[in-house]
């Protein structure tokens, strides 16, 4: 299981490059997934959910890790307002997948 420092680390690097080197999510895929032999960890789509986590949150903390990488997908769905309101709800309550969609559903974010 590759934990979200990991994670946070590549999209760091995939944002630093993007200026330098053209494609670079895709050969970040590429090679990630031939070097790990699952390509569903690094699929391009995941690949993008692994950048997104850097934008969203460019420092990293080890509050991080409490969370799992299902949940941080439903959240960097979200806008960035949404996505901080759900994150420290989630670590508060200690929250699961099924938990932080089910208050997305609920729209808790717009009845504050």
Same mark, same amino acid.
């Given at each position: 299981?590759?934990?979200? &420092?990991?994670?946070?680390?590549?999209?760091?690097?995939?944002?630093?490059? +993007? *200026?330098?080197?053209? +494609?670079?999510?895709?050969?970040? %895929?590429?090679?990630? %997934?031939?070097?790990?032999?699952? %390509? %569903?960890?690094?699929?391009?789509?995941?690949?993008?959910?692994?950048?997104?986590? @850097?934008?969203?949150?460019?420092?990293?903390?080890?509050?991080?890790?409490?969370? /799992?990488? +299902?949940?941080?997908?439903?959240?960097? &769905?979200?806008?960035?307002?949404?996505? @901080?309101?759900?994150? @420290?709800?989630?670590?508060?309550?200690?929250? *699961?997948?099924?938990?932080?969609? /089910?208050?997305?559903? *609920?729209?808790?974010?717009?009845?504050?």
């Amino acid at each position: 299981m590759i934990n979200i &420092n990991y994670y946070w680390k590549i999209g760091k690097f995939i944002f630093d490059k +993007n *200026n330098k080197c053209l +494609n670079i999510t895709i050969k970040c %895929s590429e090679f990630l %997934s031939y070097y790990y032999g699952n %390509s %569903s960890l690094f699929s391009l789509k995941n690949m993008k959910y692994i950048k997104k986590i @850097y934008l969203y949150f460019p420092i990293y903390d080890y509050h991080m890790e409490y969370i /799992d990488w +299902n949940c941080y997908k439903v959240l960097l &769905n979200l806008n960035k307002c949404e996505c @901080y309101f759900y994150y @420290y709800i989630v670590l508060f309550c200690n929250s *699961n997948l099924f938990e932080l969609t /089910d208050m997305i559903n *609920n729209q808790i974010y717009f009845r504050i």
